[in-house]
Each structure stands twice: as C-alpha cells, then as structure tokens.
C-alpha cells in the first residue's frame, strides 16, 4: 500500500513539475481601428526562439517555457508591446500605431514592409493626397509630390499622355517610362503610339482608362533594391498603384461631385488684322487701304472656355467572412481647344472572402469605355491651335452666303469641328484574381491571375470641303494580355531574429492585332463608312505577340528590428532577344542600420528615429519591339515584283542582341525629429546604364543602312530630398510643410559606332535642334548661336564656332547650348488646417532645362509674309531712330535668314508654378447627426495652374513636349498647346 502510495505521489510530483516548466497563454490582438481583431501579429516568447502569430481574428495560443516570462508582441506600423505573464493565462492586447514609422506600410514588389523596417527607396502618397483633386489620370498626382520623379505635361488637349521619368532617363532607343502596376498586374507595355494613329497629335495616355477615384495609394519604386524585384522591366523604375479595398463593419457609401472650368494658361500673341496690313505696306511700299480690311480672328474662334465634371459613387464595406468596394465614374471634359471633347466611365468591384483562416480569395476588376473626340495637336495644319495661328488674318471660313470655304493648304478649322469625324474610343479591363493558403503558420501560397485587354478604334472621316472628295480612316487594335503569378511567402520571429523569404514565379503573354483601312473619293459627305470610299488607299491586317517567363526571390532578415539586410534576385526570359542572350539575371543586395535604437542615441530630447540604407543592385529594359533580334522579311503593297507578289529583306538578325541593364547604387538617410514633428529623407544615387540599344551603320554592301546593336553606355546620378514638417500643431490650428526635390546630372559616356561630329565626338541625332553627344547630357541642343540685331547696320547677327559675330548663316557653327533635361525639379506643399477648414497650396518648380520653340521659326521669320501670320514683334524692326529692336532693318540683306533655327528660339525653361491651391471645408460631426443618414460632408474649391513664374513671354508654355516619350526628343514645342488652368467646385457626402 505504501509502494502504490509513493507512486501516486511521484506521478502527481512529476506532473505539476511539467507544467511548472511550460504554460499555455492564450489571447487576442485587436486596435482601435480593427477591434475585431488583428491577423498576423508576431506573438514571441522573449530570449527564446518560440513564437506564433495570430489567426484571422486576432487570437493566439502560446506555450512558454520555463523560465521565461515575458511574450513580445509586433506588427508593422504598430508600436511594440512587451508584457509580463505573471499567473496569466489569458492575455487580450491593443497594439498603439507607431507614430515613428514614417509612412508606416509601404507597398513593394509582391507584398508590403513597414517603412520604419525597409531598406528600399520608396516614395508614396495615400488616397488622401489623391482625393478631391480635379484631375484626369493618375500621373498628374506624382507632380511634385515624390523626390526624383519628373512629371511633364507633354499637351494642354485631353487624353495627353504626362512624360514620367525616374531618376532620369536611362535610355536611348527603348523605352523610358516606368512600369506601371495596377493591384499586382503589370499594364501593357505597348507604347501609346501602337494604339493610335499620332501623325500631328501629341501620344495618348498609357493611363487614360484608369480612374483616379479609384485609387488607394500609389508607390514609385525608385532604387535597385526596390526595382530588382521586377527585373528586365526596372531599369526606369516602377509605379505600383493600389486600388481602394473593402472593410469589414458597417456598408458605406460616397458620393464625390466637382465641375469647373479650364482656360489656356498663356495664349501666344499674333498680328491683328490691321497689324498685318501694316507690315504688309512696309514691306512692299503699298498703301494699307489696298489690302483686305475684313478678316477673321483665328485664334479668338479656336480657343474657348472649357469645362471638366466628375461625378463618382462607391460603396464598401462586409464583414469578418467577405469585403467589398464597389465604384462608378462619369468623367466630362470640354478643353479648351475646339474640337477636343473627352467622357470616361469607369466601374470596379474589388472583393475578398475568407474560406476560412486559411484560405482566402480576392478579385478586383476595373472596367473602363473611353470616348475621345480627338484633334491634331501640334506640327499638323490640322491642329486648331497651330493652324489659329498660322491663318492669315484676311483669311475666312465662311463665303458672303455663311457657307464654308475651301481654304487649301491651312484647313478650315471651324469646317473640320461642324462636319468632320475625328474620334477615338478605347474599352479596357483591367483585372486580377487571386487565392491564399496558409500552407504553415508562417507559410503562405499564393496564386494570381490577371488580364489587361485593351482594344481602341479610331475614325477619321473628312468632308470634301476639307479634302476634295474627302477621306476615311478606321483603325482597330486589341492588345490582349493574361499573366499568372505563383508566390511562396514565409516570414517567422525567432526570439531577436526576424527572417522572411519570397519565391516566385510568373509568365505573362500578350497578343497585339490591328486592322486599317483608309480611302478617299466619297460620292457624298453623308457616307460615313470607309468602305463608301471609292479609292482604298491603305488595307491592313497585322498581328504580333511576346512572351516573358520569370523566377524571382526575395530574402530579408532582421536582427533586433535594428540590424536590416534584404537580398532580391530575378531571372527572366524574353522572346524580345537574340537567342544567345534571351535570358538575363538581375539582382540587389541592401542593408539598413536603425541607429536611433543604439544606446548611445537613445539619451537625446530631440532625435525620434535615425536609419541608414545602402543598396546596390540591377535591373534591365526590354521596350524595343518585339521582332528587333530577328532577321525579317516584309511582303504587301512593298513587295509587289511586276506585278506579282513578292517580299524583300527589311531588317537584319542580331542573334545576340540583349537587355540594356542599368547598375544603381543607393544610400539613403532617414530621421524624424522632434517627436517627429520634423521628418527627413535623402537618397544618394548613381545608375550607370550598358548595353544602350543603338542603330548602328554597317557596310550598305549588307544591303542594309544599320543593324540594332547593344552599344553604348549612360549615367545619371544624383540627390533626392524630402523634407516633412509639423510647424504649428495646436489642438485647432495646424500647419504642415513638405518639399520635394530631385538633382539630376545625366551624361552619355559612350556611343561606339555612332556618327562623329566636326570635332569627333560621337552623336547620335534626336531631331534637327538636340542630339545624344558623348560627355555631354542625351538631349543636349546643338544650335547655332543668335547675337541679335547689330545696332549700327541693322542686320541681325549670329556667331561662328569661334564665337565671332557673322551675318552670315552656316548650320556649320553649330554649338552645344544646352539641355532639355532639368536639373532641379520638386515641389513644396503648405497645408493649414483651423477645426474642419483647410488651405492648401502645391508648388512645383523646375530650373536647369531649355525648351526649343520651333515654331518661332515661322512666326518670326519675315519670308513668310503673304504666306502665314507672324509674331507681332515684327514691327519692332531696326530704324536709325530706334537702334535697339527685335527685327533686322526691312528688307535688310538678313531677311532671308533671320527665322532660320537658333538659340533665338531656345528659351531657359526654370519655372515656379502654382500646381494646384485648395479650400475645403468639413462639416462636425454633430451637426450631421442630426440628419440620421449624412457620415460626413466636405465641401471645397480648387485652383490648378493657375500661377506660373517664369522669364518666358506671353504664349510660350513651359511645360509643353512635343516628342511624347520619345527619349531622344525632349523639350521641344511646335504650336503645342499650353496646360489648362482650371477652377473647381466640388462636395463629398458619406452616408
């Protein structure tokens, strides 16, 4: 009996033992803004290595070991929580945001970090620096808002596409924007020129069809580590745009209405009618009575007040099992241009459903119909705001009977809005579709599939009063693109050690087909089909395709959440490329070092939070098409052989043509100060660019004049700065301070192959004013230099190479006078807040760049006289009395070549302007509860470019491109039409 006893007792001994040596604590994690719980959270034992993280709800089961007391809990964005267990079993925590973590979540490449946490250069803006603005796409909120990126308006006409450039341009020949990410999918890469015909009307929008009311936040990528990810596609870094999700609790629903109206920002001066007449009697010693005394104001009938309305409803919400956000957009827009309308209408249903807590599945699907009511812009006569200005001022577009007259070479403008087609529709569907397996704890799979299919069809049909016997032109294109996407994600806290791990892989596809016709010869104007025409003059049917098959992984490890290094590693392979370098590898490495939690910082009133970053790593471009490695052959109406059918060698192969890559090394220094009162970023950058794509001659005995090559080499560096400040924050008064800026300095080392100028530098030519000259910037203007008017003979003057005054003209004396590149670009934004009004007012600002008017060269030049009008500074000419003028002396031996191109068309293009100044007012909270259905309500006004500081003259527009995102044509204008400025009335409602 005492043996049994004696066993009983060692037995209970030996239980009470095991569980003195461990315990099971269990719990939930909740905050303030998601009271039903938090998933996700790190839920550590201290010192040791045992840890979990909490389920969908929030709730967690930890067993601790003997000997420790003390669980860790941690999630991004939130301030980390250490608690004694004690006799506790059951432990419920509410985690406090992190008011140090600088913008606390950030988007990247397949998943989100903690900024506090990254070691990536990132710039982002949430929805609500997005939200109210009266803007069109989703370019147009980057300008000034994020260091280093350059945003130029490239047209003032609707559906204008807005240059993006990166930390500078880091190629030639292929493409230089950045790749654009919309909830994972990777948009077409398609340059707006493949869906549009663009012959004198400046390339549309790549994100024409994407709804800025849509928008949750948008990151721009913009160092190695950070582009790495996305491999051949990074080298002009990558813009990732979230679109707004649903949250559990409460349905809510919104409404956003704002209209307003948009006039030019500045309208170019040109000769009256009777300003005209005399200059025409100066010049040809005829009485002004003897010309024409009844004219037309071109410009006057041209330019009107426009209009912009946006009208947008949404409703979101669910619950723990499903959420839901559910938005419709009509967007109107009259330019100011005649002609030029633009509607949008947009729907989207993004969604998500937890099967369970470990299975989930989402879908977000963006549908959008655009109709454009297009017209030329710039370098055509058929543009309204160059012909206005080309028109003689005696010149009329109706007869004595108000019919239209026939006007010749300069159409007539207001025949082409009555009786002309010109119009532009686009459908696309942007959407993905995802699902999500908690394989482990910490282990995640998950699949995505995604489409952008897009197809436009563009009209053209012109009366016979503009073309004789008019024309037609139709154009259909689909550009069908599915991708699918496969992540393994592991993340796991062991005790002081945080490792996290991505694997993946994705193949995208796109298939692109167009159909043309054109005709002319119409019976009759009210035939509006091109198959009416009796002479067809282009039939068309072509079709092309690319493929990319890619692996990537990422690795991250923390030490102490104070030691930070992360690694990243993309293998892709495109059917773009040669068959000997189809494949290309690219990859960074980074670490950061949280310098604020060292002890020998932490005894300071004034220092918050202090990282440094360092990253070097690469990343490629494959925007060439997607034949330029491959030996073709071109058949059609080219290859007609006497009359039979045919085809002939159109371009050569390079089997080992291959990615241009560019190399970027980063450091980037983070603090906030002043219980962050104060915040700073700094990045220090260089990215050299190899392999630049280059057209480079080979002997014409191959049969051909050049063979696309991997050549040259390129290098920007540079400065981003950001600096954000709470300068007054009291508990009704608030005001804030951010200023954004970029140092660019770009130069090309090296274009082996290329012509050689008349003093051996090696160049390759963009367009008759700028070239790509080694040791100097790509778009570097090569002019001949303009000295002005000689006040003692009256004769206009310009300098040799030897900078000696000449009245002789020589294209020969070419120089070097600049760059079309900026080197300073930024913003600074003021915000001012008294209980619910708010001020704020956005500044952007370029200096360092020059801007080419070309069409000074007509306008200022005498010769055409009789033929076009001319600038009203004509009159200025040289007399003995007035020796200081703008024009030689009349009918002088300079004439002739005063208009000729030169540095007196080049205008410096440093400008302040006012981007956008708005007054909101928001209703408390307790005044709309009285209406039992009202949330919220704001009201608000806005101004955009409605100042500009600059040197230029009336009418010249500093922010104007009429090579689209041609990269070796920047800054160049030809009647291209100046930005809108616009004011706006707008109200939200929240119910």
């Given amino acids: 009996m005492k043996r049994v006893l004696l066993g009983l007792a060692c037995t209970m001994l030996a239980v009470i033992s095991v569980f003195a040596q461990s315990r099971t604590v269990t719990g939930r994690v909740t905050s303030e803004e998601e009271p039903a719980g938090i998933p996700g959270v790190n839920v550590s034992v201290k010192g040791t290595m045992v840890g979990t993280i909490t389920d969908i709800d929030g709730s967690y089961s930890v067993t601790i070991p003997e000997g420790s007391d003390v669980l860790v809990y941690s999630f991004v964005g939130f301030n980390t929580q250490q608690i004694n267990v ?83 341009v880091a190629s030639l020949t292929a493409g230089g924007s950045p790749l654009f990410v919309v909830d994972g999918v990777p948009l077409n890469d398609g340059s707006s020129s493949e869906y549009s015909n663009t012959s004198g009307a400046i390339a549309l929008n790549p994100l024409m069809e994407l709804n800025p009311n849509e928008i949750a936040s948008i990151s721009v990528l913009k160092d190695a580590s950070a582009v790495a990810i996305y ?66 104001d071109w410009p006057e009938a041209v330019i009107q007040q426009g209009s912009i309305s946006n009208l947008n409803l949404s409703a979101s919400g669910g619950n723990e099992s499903t959420t839901y956000f559910l938005s419709g957009t009509y967007f109107n827009q009259d330019t100011y241009a005649l002609g030029n309308e633009l509607e949008r209408f947009n729907g989207r249903l993004n969604m998500t459903h937890n099967f369970s807590e470990k299975a989930r599945f989402g879908a977000n699907i963006g549908l959008a119909k655009t109709f454009n009511d297009r017209i030329y812009s710039d370098n055509s006569t058929y543009a309204p705001l160059t012909s206005a200005f080309l028109h003689l001022p005696y010149t009329r577009p109706y007869d004595d009977n108000g019919n239209y007259t026939r006007l010749g070479f300069i159409p007539n403008l207001l025949a082409i809005e009555d009786l002309a087609t010109t119009e532009y529709i686009t459908r696309r569907t942007t959407a993905n579709t995802f699902f999500e397996l908690d394989i482990l704890p910490n282990l995640t799979f998950k699949t995505d599939w995604g489409i952008d299919q897009i197809q436009t069809e563009e ?55 167009s159909i043309t016709v054109e005709g002319s010869g119409f019976v009759s104007d009210r035939l509006p089909n091109v198959g009416s025409a009796a002479t067809p003059t282009i039939t068309s049917s072509t079709g092309t395709n690319w493929r990319l098959a890619s692996y990537f992984a990422r690795f991250n490890y923390r030490y102490d959440d104070k030691f930070l290094f992360e690694g990243s590693a993309r ?99 983070n603090a906030a100060l002043f219980d962050s009162r104060l915040e700073i970023e700094t990045s220090f950058w260089n990215k050299d660019t190899k392999g630049l794509l280059l057209d480079v001659p080979i002997p014409y005995t191959t049969g051909y004049a050049s063979l696309t090559q991997n050549a040259g080499t390129m290098r920007n560096r540079g400065v981003d700065l950001m600096i954000r400040s709470s300068n007054v924050k009291t508990p009704a008064f608030e005001w804030t301070t951010t200023l954004n800026m970029g140092f660019l300095d770009n130069e090309v ?88 009004l708010q001020l704020s007012a956005l500044f952007t600002f370029v200096q360092g760049n020059h801007i080419m008017y070309d069409d000074l060269r007509f306008l200022y030049n005498p010769n055409n006289l009789n033929s076009f009008n001319l600038d009203p500074q004509l009159l200025n000419y040289w007399t003995e009395d007035n020796r200081n003028s703008f024009a ?12 000729q191109r030169s540095t007196m068309h080049l205008r410096k293009g440093d400008h302040i302007r006012l981007r956008n100044l708005s007054l909101s007012y928001t209703i408390p909270a307790d005044v709309l509860e009285s209406t039992k259905f009202i949330r919220s309500a704001r009201v608000y006004g806005m101004l955009q470019n409605f100042l500009t500081f600059s040197n230029l003259e009336d009418g010249l527009e500093p922010e104007v ?25 707008g109200v939200s409602l929240g119910f």
């Fill in 86 to 168: 004690g006799n506790q079993s059951q432990i419920d925590v509410v985690l406090t945001p992190d008011v140090t973590t600088l913008g606390e979540v950030l988007v990247v490449g397949y998943g989100t970090q903690s900024s506090r946490l990254s070691v990536q250069s990132i710039s982002s803006l949430d929805n609500s620096q997005i939200e109210g603005m009266p803007i069109f796409t989703a370019q147009e909120a980057l300008q000034g808002q994020a260091a280093g990126v350059q945003l130029t308006g490239t047209s003032g006409v609707g559906g204008a596409q807005q240059n993006i450039r990166i930390r500078g």
């Fill in 231 to 296: 491999g051949s596609r990074g080298a002009n870094g990558v813009i990732l745009i979230e679109t707004k999700k649903g949250k559990s609790g409460q349905s809510r629903i919104n409404v956003d209405y704002y209209q307003g109206v948009q006039n030019p920002t500045t309208v170019r001066p040109y000769m009256s009618l009777q300003q005209y007449n005399q200059y025409r009697s100066l010049r040809t010693d005829t009485p002004a009575s003897d010309f024409p005394q009844q004219g037309f």
């Fill in 459 to 513: 009209t053209f049909r012109f009366p016979d009063i503009v073309e004789p016997t008019g024309s037609g032109y139709k154009r259909i294109i689909q550009d069908y693109k599915w991708l699918s996407t496969n992540t393994l994600n592991y993340e796991q806290y062991f005790g002081s050690h945080y490792v996290a791990g991505l694997l993946g892989y994705s193949y995208e596809q796109s298939d692109f087909s």
């Fill in 571 to 669: 293998r892709d392979g495109s059917s773009r490329f040669g068959a000997e370098n189809r494949y290309g590898n690219f990859w960074a490495l980074s670490a950061g070092w949280i310098l604020s939690e060292e002890q020998f910082l932490q005894n300071n009133s004034f220092l918050d939070y202090l990282k440094l970053n360092a990253s070097y790593g690469t990343s490629g471009n494959d925007r060439i098409s997607n034949f330029a490695s491959l030996g073709l052959y071109e058949a059609g109406a080219l290859g007609d052989y006497a009359g039979s059918p045919g085809i002939f060698p159109s371009q050569p192969a390079n089997p080992l043509l291959g990615w241009e890559e560019s190399a970027q090394f980063d450091v980037t220094l």
């Fill in 749 to 836: 080392l090296e274009l082996p192959g290329a012509s050689e100028d008349s003093e051996g530098r090696r160049f390759v030519e963009g367009s008759a004013s700028q070239r790509a000259i080694e040791g100097h910037p790509v778009n570097t203007f090569y002019l001949v230099r303009y000295n002005g008017i000689n006040p003692e003979t009256g004769e206009a003057e310009w300098l040799n190479k030897d900078g000696e005054p000449t009245n002789t003209y020589s294209a020969n004396d070419r120089v070097i006078v600049g760059s079309a590149i900026p080197r300073v670009s930024g913003g600074i934004t003021n915000t001012f807040s008294y209980k619910g």
């Fill in 888 to 899: 030689p002396r009349l009918n002088g031996d300079t004439q002739s070549s005063f208009g």
């Fill in 961 to 985: 491109n009429d090579g689209g995102d041609n990269n070796q044509r920047q800054g160049e204008s030809f009647f291209t039409p100046a930005q809108a400025k616009s004011v706006t009335l």
